[in-house]
Each structure stands twice: as structure tokens, then as C-alpha cells.
């Protein structure tokens, strides 16, 4: 059986791959005039430490977002029009990520971090749903997927995704008490998620 | 026979993911320096609503041109000059939607709402065309179509880009009266040729 | 014999997508506060006028370079370091043409507009010597092309290089005298490359 | 045995690819209202050598990385966690030299110079060790490699690379005291390996 979504596959990528290369434009450089010492440029640079944070975290979470697409993708070899539209869903994400980056490295160090950490968390809500979303979609029609793939992985790789939901569920609540902390928990899902992504192929 | 316009699809599908993710660019970050306050964050951010529905219809709309632009060359084995520049024409267009979709977030409620919605949809009239002139190049010699493509889903694409001409100068005049109305047009269109794609692509 | 220049070609496709489309970030959209009418927005439109018209002629020669390359990359089958690094000055300069492009754009109707047709159209001489380089590499080494490429199609494919040289020579010098002569000149080498890209992969 | 990597490198290839075009939009086109004749631009733009040389040094630095990338890729057929997430660090850095590159080129001719070139240094030393990080990674277990690869070439890459690190280390410290020559340095050590590139993969 021959593979349908190579070229769905290709443009995905694209659109990862440039959303994921964006990011470095909200990292501001500035202006000679108002800079005129070594010192100044190094006190500019240490002060944009949560345009850093923010920039190394949105691109590791596209990362992972990519590797998780990778993964699902291996799974489905067809398509129809609902993968198409739900693909389209998490690629609309995956595009606009950058913008509540930039809010988030703008805004964090002042006193509305409660509400770009919120926005920043509530996006990755939408962005877990719309991944549930298209594998439910995918699952739904066993003749869409690879042959010879077990119940067992298509359970498996539904409760990967539905276990992140209550994760982000608590962060997006923690980001109006201690916006820290709520990204603390975001980056420690990526990490469990990176290192358990080994586990998951395994399983298939 | 060997499909040659691998290469053509690729740089078209790079063009199209391109075009998709520079519209998050125009989604404007507020200065730091000028709100203080979560409130008047909250409130910089909803009154940007003109620019998040225009991001999100424009998304959907590349979207859209480019699952067409898919369809069509699973049908288009072969190239020449004709095709190689009509294809050129609809990445032309691809590469500009930013600009209107830009002119349509920053006026769309201001006065000049009418201007900036007959540029908008002007340029779907124009998108349309080079969809028909592609199509239109490509069916004039079938030694350029898939080998086994029947007369009949022929013209059921053919006919496809034709009924959204009309739709889009409905929508053309209509901007001039009523800007919103306009859009919600467009929109349907596209959601009907979302649900519709199914359809199509059992035909052929 | 298996063609190794795969990935070079998807990177370089890339490479010129990006190019293309970036082009789109020169034409600037007015501030919502210094036009407040329908006409005023339409007066601003109509003055960009050398914006549209750089973009147009720039969108369409990165798509003829990108033509070209296809065209190139067809006959050649293997790489080595010379290849890849001709290859590289190619993307260089792909990559760079939104620079005089947004150069000619913003001082084409000033008095200024000699020098920045003579960057535009310099920059088309080093693009056209940077072909015939790679061209040259290539042929030198007939291990490194398509094994049955003829002679005489080695050669129609360098003389359809070296005659754009004294063309856009005389565009340069021209551009000193009457930038608009200088451009025309360009635009009708373009479009008779384009005509005549048929004929020449007939050739082949 | 099938190459696995195939959709890496192209999710790679395509962010090498938007990370080296994007580093045109740190050259800066003047205002019109500001520059009203041909010499004042004329000035204008040689003043701007910082940011040419920069540029130039940049896209070329980014293109080695990739030739790099597909030679090390060309060795290695399967993947793990830790390939997928060696590689995603190579590809972080890659996203980010356009931020140095713009420090680089607006502080250069200044007293400045000393930061930004230690920095634009300090982040090659970077990039090198996590070229390192993957070639360990890979090169630790066979089974991940081609399968006809020998011992002498995984030794042979492993130096190529090793080498490049006290290079720039060098060239990090002597940014303090001679920021050209640290620059100067960087660049012939890039001239070495695109000129030895060759040789390298002879001896795989």
C-alpha cells in the first residue's frame, strides 16, 4: 500500500520549519545611537533575558510539535478531507505560536506576566486538542492508517496526547497565580515528552 | 509513465507554506513602554480583532490554494512552458495575499472598510482566474494529464473554478455596500469547497 | 546511475521560495492614524506604484532563475565541492535580490533612480555570471552530467547564458542614461528566456 | 536497509534554508525623505560595509553548516531520541546566527566591536560542539550508520571536527584584542574545510 501523504507530509514541514525560524525575529537588536559603550550593549543584552527564555522554549515546543506530527504521520497513510482540514488545524497553530512568544518575552518581566503566560499556556491547550483531534479522526478509520499498526498503539498514541491536556489544563490555572511556575510545568512536559518519545516508536 | 513535475510541486508547496506563516507577522506586538497595565493589554489585544479574523480567513484561504493547487497536479503528469508559468501566476498571487490581508486587518473598521474589502476580494477574482487558466492550459493536451483521467472529471474541476468566479464578484461588488457581508461570502465559499473537496476527488 | 544531486536541489528550491516570497515584506502598508479616507488610502496605493512594479519584475526573475536552475539540475547527476560552492554563489545571490529590489521600490521616481537601477540591474550581471560558472564547472566534467547529454546541448546551454551577458551589460550602462529603458531591457530578456525555455529543454 | 532520516533532513534542510535568507533583512534600506541625492546614497550604502561583510560571512558560515549537515547525513541511516534531539540543538543554532550576524553588523565599527565579535565567536564554538554532540551520538552506535561505513572514516569525521574547535577558541580570544583577526580566522578556517570538503568524502 502505497503512502498518500508525502506532499501533505512536505508542506507541513515547510510550515513548521519557517514557523520555527520566525521566532529569531523578535529578538531585538539596538539601535547604535542609543548604545555607545561595550558595557551598555552587554547591560541591553543580559536585560532581554526573557526574550531568550521565551525564544528557547517556543522553539523547542515547535520541536516537539514537529517530531510529534513525525510520529502520527508514520501511522496514517491516507488521507481525507477531515485529516486534511484537522493537519490544517494544527499547522494554523503552529504558525501563530510566535506571536504569543513575542508577547510573553515582552510582557514577563512586568506586572501583566498572569495574563501573557495565560495566553501562552491557553494556546498549547488548543494546540494538544487539535493533535487529539486529528489522531481521533485517523483512528476512527482503521483503512486510513498503516496496515499492520496494533489497538494497542492507537490507544497508546491517544493517551500520549490526552495525558498532556490536564498538564497544560494546570498550567494555563498556575499562569494567574505564579506565571513562572506555569512555564516551569510546560518545559517539564516537553522534556518528559522528548524522552519518552523513544518509548512511544517502540510500541507501534 | 513518470510524473515530472515533482520539483515543480515541491518549490509550489514552499512558496504556499511560506506565504501561510509570514501572515503572523503582521499580528502586531504592543510596546512595552506604552501599556502598563494587564487590563489595557487585554484591551490592546481585543480591539486587534479586525487583524486576527483577517489572519485567520487568509490562513484558511492559502489553505484552501493550496489543497486545490494539490489536486490539480495529482492529475498533471506532465510540464511545459504554459504550465510552468501559470503556475507561476498562482504563486505570484500566493506571495501577495499578505499584502491585502495586511490592508484589510489595519482598515477594515475604519471609514475606508469598502477600499480595502474590494482590494481583498478583487484579488480572489484574480486567484480564480489563474486556477481556470492553469486548468484550462493543462486540459487542452491530455499528454499532459494523468493517463487514465476521464473526460468527466475534466470538466468537474473545470467546473469547480468556475461557479467561485461568480461567487467572487458577487462578493467584489457586494464589498462596496457591505464590507462584512462581503467576507462572510468568501468564507462560505471556502467552507463549501472544504467540504466539497471529498467530492471532488472521488469524481476523478 | 542514480542522480545524487537531490538534496542540493531541494535546498536550493528552498533557498529560492523563501527569496520569492520575502519580496512581499517590501510593500509597506500605511499607519491606520495618517489616512483617514477612502481616497486618501487609494492616493497612497496608487503612489507605490514602483514598489508593485519592482516587485513584479523581481518576482518574476527569481522565478526564471529558479527555471534555469531546474533546467541546469536536470543535466547534472553527480557534485562535487566546485558544483556545490557555484551552487552556493547562485543562492547568494538569489537570496540577496529583495535588497535592490527595496532599493529601486523606494527611490525609483527620485532623482536618485540611476543609481539604484545600475545596483539592479549589476546585480543581474553577477546573477548571469554566476550561471555561467556553475555551467562551466559542470560541462568540464562529463562524469558529472546526465550520461547521455549531447554536445551540442552541452553547448545551446551555455550560449543561452552568455548572450544574457551583453544584454544586461548594456542595461547597466543604460541604466546611467534612462533607468526605465534600463528595466524594459531586463524585462524582455526575461520574457524571451521564458519563451524560448521550451525550446531549449527540446534541445536536451 | 532503508534510510529513516529522509523526512530529517528535509524538516533540516528547510530550516538551514530560512535561517540564510532571512539574514537579508538586516540590511537596511534608507528613507527617502532622508537621503535626497545619488551621492548621499552612494554614501549610504558604502557606510553599510559592516553589515555587507557580515552578511557574507553569515550566509557562507550557514551554507558550510549545511554541507556539513548532508555529509554527516549521508552516514547516518537511523535515528534515535538522542540523534532527533542533537540535531534539534544544530538546528536552534542555526535559527539564531542572524541575531549575532545583526549585532555584528551594527556594531562593528564601533568601540564595541570586541562584544559582538566575542559573542559571534562564542556562538561557533557552539554550533561546532553540538556537530560534536550528534557525530558522538551517532558514531556510538553502529547500527545507526550506514552499513558499509568503516572505522577509519567515523574517525575521520570525528577530527574533521574536533580541529575547528581550538580554532575557535582562538579566534574567541583574540576578539578581545583583535576583533578582525578573530573574524579573519573564523573565515579561513570555513575556506579550509569547503576546500578539504572533498577530500573527506573521498574517504568515506
Known amino acids: 500500500m502505497e503512502k498518500e501523504t508525502v506532499r501533505m507530509e512536505g508542506f507541513s514541514d515547510a510550515i513548521f520549519a519557517i514557523a520555527i525560524t520566525l521566532l529569531v525575529l523578535d529578538l531585538h537588536v539596538p539601535d547604535?545611537?542609543?548604545?555607545?559603550?561595550?558595557?551598555?550593549?552587554?547591560?541591553?543584552?543580559t536585560s532581554q533575558w526573557p526574550a531568550y527564555v521565551a525564544f528557547c522554549i517556543s522553539f523547542?515546543?515547535?520541536?516537539?510539535?514537529?517530531?510529534?506530527?513525525?510520529?502520527?504521520?508514520?501511522?496514517?497513510?491516507?488521507?481525507?478531507?477531515?485529516?486534511?482540514?484537522?493537519?490544517?488545524?494544527?499547522?494554523f497553530f503552529?504558525?501563530?505560536?510566535?506571536?504569543?512568544t513575542a508577547l510573553l518575552s515582552r510582557f514577563f518581566n512586568t506586572p501583566s506576566a498572569n495574563v501573557v503566560v495565560a495566553i501562552y499556556t491557553g494556546m498549547f491547550?488548543?494546540?494538544?486538542?487539535?493533535?487529539?483531534?486529528?489522531?481521533?479522526?485517523?483512528?476512527?478509520?482503521k483503512s486510513l492508517l498503516r496496515p499492520d499498526i496494533t489497538d494497542r498503539a492507537?490507544?497508546?498514541?491517544?493517551?500520549?496526547?490526552?495525558?498532556?491536556?490536564?498538564?497544560?489544563?494546570?498550567?494555563?490555572?498556575?499562569?494567574?497565580?505564579?506565571?513562572s511556575a506555569a512555564l516551569v510545568l510546560c518545559t517539564m512536559l516537553w522534556i518528559y515528552w522528548a524522552m519518552s518519545s523513544g518509548k512511544l516508536e517502540m510500541a507501534n
Chains 1, 2, 3, 4 share one sequence.
Open 154 to 179: 492507537i490507544k497508546k498514541i491517544k493517551l500520549n496526547y490526552l495525558y498532556g491536556l490536564p498538564v497544560y489544563m494546570v498550567a494555563f490555572g498556575l499562569s494567574f497565580y505564579s506565571p
Open 94 to 100: 503552529a504558525s501563530i505560536v510566535s506571536y504569543p
Open 60 to 91: 523547542f515546543s515547535i520541536f516537539i510539535m514537529w517530531v510529534n506530527h513525525h510520529k502520527l504521520f508514520k501511522q496514517i497513510y491516507s488521507r481525507n478531507t477531515a485529516i486534511t482540514f484537522a493537519n490544517g488545524l494544527i499547522l
Open 32 to 45: 547604535k545611537e542609543t548604545l555607545s559603550s561595550s558595557a551598555a550593549i552587554i547591560g541591553y543584552l
Open 125 to 141: 491547550i488548543l494546540i494538544n486538542l487539535s493533535y487529539i483531534l486529528l489522531w481521533d479522526i485517523a483512528s476512527k478509520d
